[in-house]
C-alpha cells in the first residue's frame, strides 16, 4: 500500500455536468500527476503540478484542470462532461529534482458518465 | 519523444512455469523504465525500475527484468509464476531531462495463471 489516497471511490455523473476528485499525496512527496485509464488501456498523462502550479501536461482539453495545494494535495477538476471521459481516474506522488522519479499511484476513482 | 511498445496483449501461463512479458521501448533521452502490476479494481503497484544502474533488475514477488540498450527492450521474467500472480503488467517509461516526470505507459499485458 502506497500513502496515496483519492477520493471518492466511485462517482456517477451526467453529460454536461463538472465533477471534482481529490487526491491526498504521499508524506515527503511534492509533486502530483494525474493519469486518466479507459477500460482496456494503459493510463494517460494528463497533467503534473509542482509547486502548486502546471509542470507538464498531456493531451488533454482545457476543459480538465486541476490544483495543489500547500499540503500537496490535489484536486482533479473535470468541466462540460463527455461520455468518453468514463474512466478510472489515477493519481500518482513523487519527489522532484534529483535521479529519484518512481511515482507512487493511489487505487483511484471510477468515473462513469450517463 | 518516448514511448513503449509491450508486445502481447495476453499471456498464458501454468502454475509453476517461467513468465515472460515483452517490451520494448523509444527514447530520446536515457531513460528509466517500470514495470507496474495492477489487480483488478486495484490501483498500480510498482514492481521494479531501472535508472542506468544494474542492467538487470529485481523487483519484488521474484520478477525481474533486464535492460537491454542495443535491443531497446525491458522484458520482465519470473521462474515460477503463481495463481496470484495473475493481473495486468505495465511497461513505462520517463525520462527526467525536461523536469516533468511524465510516465508513458505501454497498453498493458494481461497475465493469465492456470492452475
Known amino acids: 500500500e502506497t500513502g496515496v489516497t483519492q477520493s471518492p471511490t466511485h462517482l456517477i455523473k451526467t453529460r454536461g455536468q463538472q465533477v471534482t476528485l481529490r487526491c491526498s499525496s504521499q508524506?515527503?512527496?511534492?509533486?502530483v500527476s494525474w493519469y486518466q485509464q479507459a477500460l482496456g488501456q494503459g493510463p494517460q498523462f494528463i497533467f503534473q503540478?509542482?509547486?502548486?502550479?502546471?509542470?507538464g501536461r498531456g493531451n488533454f482539453p482545457p476543459r480538465f484542470s486541476g490544483l495543489q495545494f500547500p499540503n500537496y494535495s490535489s484536486e482533479l477538476n473535470v468541466n462540460a462532461l463527455e461520455l468518453d471521459d468514463s474512466a478510472l481516474y489515477l493519481c500518482?506522488?513523487?519527489?522532484?529534482?534529483?535521479?529519484?522519479?518512481?511515482?507512487?499511484f493511489g487505487p483511484g476513482t471510477r468515473l462513469t458518465v450517463l | 519523444a518516448q514511448s513503449v511498445t509491450q508486445l502481447d496483449s495476453h499471456v498464458s501461463v501454468s502454475e509453476g512455469t517461467p513468465v515472460l512479458l515483452r517490451c520494448n521501448y523509444s527514447?530520446?533521452?536515457?531513460?528509466?523504465l517500470f514495470w507496474y502490476v495492477q489487480h483488478p479494481n486495484k490501483g498500480l503497484q510498482l514492481l521494479l525500475k531501472?535508472?542506468?544502474?544494474?542492467?538487470l533488475v529485481k523487483g519484488i514477488n521474484g520478477f525481474e527484468a533486464e535492460f537491454k540498450k542495443s535491443e531497446t527492450s525491458f522484458h520482465l521474467t519470473k521462474p515460477s509464476a503463481h495463481m496470484s500472480d495473475a493481473a495486468e503488467y505495465f511497461c513505462?517509461?520517463?525520462?527526467?531531462?525536461?523536469?516533468?516526470?511524465?510516465?508513458?505507459f505501454g497498453k498493458g499485458t494481461k497475465l493469465s495463471v492456470i492452475p
Open positions: 500518482a506522488s513523487g519527489v522532484a529534482g534529483g535521479r529519484e522519479d518512481t511515482q507512487y
Open positions: 508524506s515527503g512527496h511534492n509533486t
Open positions: 503540478y509542482y509547486r502548486e502550479e502546471e509542470n
Open positions: 527514447s530520446s533521452y536515457s531513460p528509466s
Open positions: 531501472y535508472t542506468s544502474a544494474a542492467t
Open positions: 513505462v517509461v520517463t525520462f527526467s531531462g525536461a523536469g516533468s516526470y511524465q510516465l508513458t
